[in-house]
Each structure stands twice: as structure tokens, then as C-alpha cells.
């Protein structure tokens, strides 16, 4: 059991797992408040896709251990997938985040809600209900990445608005502050613009978190917005960017 849990092996035979199966059963007869075990239940259950025996095991797991908010979401997760249709699950969800109960839960983790809420109306084709959730989502928890790229992606489909792709990739980079793509991205908006001072430091930043899209229009889209601020000590620094890469 050990072995399967610390690592994820997905090799236990039948008998393995019944064998498992009895032992913790056991174990927790004789030490029911172990949070551990429970856990470890838990996954076995997962193994086995035994839902309901996920689901006891981890109410069980939850009420000895309430700060996993990973195990939470996953024990909503559960009991959202009960119903049958999409349709059925995601108003089971919007009543989990509107219900009287949503305020004892961490709004990082009702921001994970929101998100699938959100996945959800877009593949039933409600539009305004997905950009209200992602919405939802990144105002409850700005560091959720797939919210904030998934809003992106939607802005960019949908318009050409200056300010909206700006405050688009901005909850980019707050959700991933290192990542060097959506500043690179921003700084090239910028630029556009002929915003020459922020262009050039957010491609600046860009490079802080390894920027992985380092090319020659990337060097002459830096120096550019450098040189385009006309002073003595901006132009050297464009200099030196543009022999840097030579």
C-alpha cells in the first residue's frame, strides 16, 4: 500500500488490491481518526473507481483534515458528478457557490469552482454565464492561471480592444507573474501603441523569468522601444541590446 501511494504505481493486481483493501479497512477500526489512512483509503477507492468509496472516505478524510482544499474540491467534484448531465452538474455547482455554506469555503478554492462552472456553460454554449464565472474566478482568486488564460483566449476571440487585451494579459501575468510569454505579449501591445517606456519594461521583465521566446525580433522589438524614448542613455542601452545579440 506504501509503495502504491508514494508512488502512484498503477500495477496492483486484483488480489493486491483487495488484500489492500482488507488491511485498511482494519487499520482503521482500530484507529478510525488516522487523516492519513483515510487518505489513503481514498486513493485506493480512485483505483479501484469505486466513487462511493471515494466519496466516504474522503468526508471522512475532510472532517480530520478541513484545510485540503484539494480534497475538497475533488469531494464537490464527487458529488457534482452524480447527476447525470452537464446541464444537472453545473446548476449543482452554481448552488454550491451561491448557497448559505459558500463563505466557509476558501476563495481559492470556490475560484476552482467558478473555472469548472465556467468549462461548463461554454460547452453548453452559454457565452455570457462563461465570461461571468471566469470573471467570478479571477475576482475571488487572481493567481488562477487557467482562469486568466482562458479569459485571454476569450478577449482575443472576440475583439481588437486595446484596453481589454491589456487587462486581459494583465490577469495573466498576476496569475503567473514569472511567465515570460504574456509579457512579451503586453510589452508588444505596447509598443504598438507607441507606449515606449512600459513596452520596454515589461520586455525587460519578460527576461526575469527565462524567457523562453528569446529571437532576433524579440532583441529588435526591445531596442526599438528603447531607442524610441529619445534620450541619450536609452539610445546607448539600445545599442548595447542590439550588439548584445550580434
Known sequence: ISHYILTGSQDLTDDEQQRARILLDLALEVTPDDATLW????????????KAGQMKALKRYLALAPADEVSQFDYVRLLVDKEQTIEGRIAKMVRILEGPGADRLSKPLRSRLASYCAI???????????RERLKQALQLDPTNREAAESMYLEVMGRHHDLFEKGAALMWV???DPLGSKPRRELGQLLLDHAAYYHAANQF???LVGGNRHIDEQFY???ALSLAALGTSYHTREALAVLTRYE
Open 120 to 130: 461548463g456553460f461554454r460547452e453548453m454554449g452559454e457565452v455570457e454565464q462563461y
Open 204 to 206: 525587460k521583465a519578460s
Open 173 to 175: 501575468i498576476r496569475a
Open 220 to 222: 529588435h522589438d526591445l
Open 39 to 50: 487518505r489513503m483509503r481514498r486513493d485506493l477507492a480512485r483505483l479501484e473507481e469505486d
